[in-house]
């Protein structure tokens, strides 16, 4: 144990499958470069406290700097006793520049910092690329409902046919829900990006080290407030998994309609070949297996933050080495939640639509309401004028007659008040155009949401 590099007060070794079991540089190497910044800032601050000359900081720079190129080019030499990341590197600097010089990096620091600071950096930036992702799934989706605005489909509820409404409509609900996605993300960076670096193991820094300025050379935002809480803390990681599965929850939700819809019983919509998949055994087969898995992965983004709950519940102040199994599930989340956008963007920029299907799907007796909101219109109170257009409903079924092949002489032997004009009741259009209070189905209100969705995009 005393090649460990906490080894001073051990006698004996690690047994072998503790070694493994403890290691985390399998999966925290990810962070090697993150890793070698926070080292290089923290250099340069105890440069400015005194505790380097300036000829060590400038070799502690220049070794980092060839073990930066090591790394890129996959050269970087793991040993068995690199505990970590962090471990992993000093040792490498170490081995470059002598103990006497490599030996002082760590003054004041320690690893509880430097991981807080590493996952922190890199998540950071990876969630500024997943709200790029979520940007564009969100401008196919408008850009879309401004191209096929004269699209008609049946909207449901429960899954039943309720009323008319336009396949931009449709696109719209799913793209305002994921704004709310996009204004949390950008809340949830600001949170993620402050910086640890300088609270030491719990207590803070002894060598009067600047944060500010280690903060500002590794861009964070600012800094955290309270060095035991710093090195606690994984609420960034909770919160990234919060917002992740609640935008793969909504995504889910989009894949199940459009699985819905591209069934052949429904025929609305046809998946490019590039996201679907055949069957080994029936070759008529073309499966939605994009979206299938796009609903699959949202059990697994969910498993993540629940599990990461259960880990950091009952821990007691500060850090525990239960801390360490916060990296992995951060790494498959942001890769599941990062993957979905993509494919979802792909899926939605390359899907055909059957307008023809969609309009054959629409059933005149998605137009009932037409008729009770006709009778309001002459002054009838609405449950009257809902309770005559349900007996129209059950006058066309005793005919086993669709309602729009009723006669205005039957409408009339329902009620009196059905004139001549009822027929424009029946016009799925008109129907459409009606709802044109801010956020129904008519052309303009439609137009309205698109400028609304533009606008949060563009608010950055
Ligand atoms: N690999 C550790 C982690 O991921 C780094 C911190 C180790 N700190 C400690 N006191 N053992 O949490």
Request: net charge negative; with cysteine; charged share 25%.
């Amino acid at each position: 144990a005393e090649n460990m590099l906490w080894g001073g007060r051990f006698t004996q070794g690690l047994d072998p499958l503790m070694v493994k079991y403890n290691t985390s540089l399998p999966y925290d190497k990810i962070f090697w470069s993150q890793d070698i910044r926070g080292s290089i800032a923290f250099a340069r601050a105890n440069l400015a406290a005194g505790i380097l000359t300036s000829d060590e900081f400038a070799a502690i720079e220049k070794g980092f700097g060839q073990i930066a190129e090591e790394w890129r080019s996959g050269k970087f030499e793991e040993k068995e006793n690199d505990e970590d990341i962090h471990t992993a590197n000093e040792r490498r600097l170490s081995e470059l520049l002598g103990k006497d010089v490599g030996g002082k990096l760590h003054t004041g620091r320690s690893r509880n910092e430097q991981i807080a600071t590493d996952m922190r950096l890199w998540l950071r930036d990876e969630l500024r690329t997943l709200e790029g992702y979520l940007m564009d799934l969100i401008k196919v989706a408008v850009s879309r409902s401004e191209k096929e605005i004269d699209v008609l489909m049946p909207g449901y509820t429960h899954l039943q046919k309720a009323q008319p409404v336009r396949w931009s409509h449709w696109l719209l609900s799913h793209a305002t829900a994921f704004t709310s996605d996009l204004e949390r993300l950008r809340e949830v960076i600001s949170r993620v990006n402050r910086s640890p670096l300088g609270c030491g193991a719990l207590a803070g820094n002894p060598f009067k080290i600047d944060r500010d300025a280690m903060a500002k050379e590794l861009g964070f935002e600012g800094l955290l407030y309270n060095s035991m809480n710093a090195v606690a803390d994984r609420e960034f990681v909770l919160e990234t998994m919060q917002w992740g599965s609640s935008f793969m929850l909504k995504i889910s939700r989009w894949a199940e309609d459009l699985i819905i819809y591209s069934s052949l019983e429904f025929g609305f919509v046809r998946l490019a070949d590039t996201y679907s998949t055949g069957s080994s055994l029936m070759p008529q087969k073309k499966n939605a297996d994009s979206l299938e898995l796009l609903r699959g992965k949202s059990g697994r983004a969910f498993g993540q933050m629940a599990g990461l709950y259960c880990t950091i519940k009952g821990l007691p102040t500060t850090y525990n080495k239960d801390l360490q199994e916060s990296v992995e599930p951060m790494l498959d989340h942001i890769k599941t939640v990062g993957d979905s956008m993509q494919i979802a963007t792909g899926v939605l920029s390359t899907l055909s639509i059957h307008p023809d299907k969609m309009l054959a799907a629409l059933a005149p007796e998605m137009l009932a309401t037409e008729f009770a909101d006709y009778l309001v219109r002459k002054g009838v109170p609405f449950r009257e004028g809902h309770h005559i257009s349900g007996r129209v409903v059950q006058l066309a079924e005793e005919n086993s007659v669709p309602m729009d092949k009723l006669t205005v002489e039957q409408l009339q032997g329902v009620d009196a008040r059905f004139d001549e004009d009822v027929v424009t009741c029946l016009d799925y259009e008109r129907a459409v155009e009606l709802k044109d209070a801010t956020g129904g189905t008519s052309k303009s209100a439609v137009r309205e949401q698109i400028v609304v969705l533009k606008g949060i995009l563009a608010a950055k």
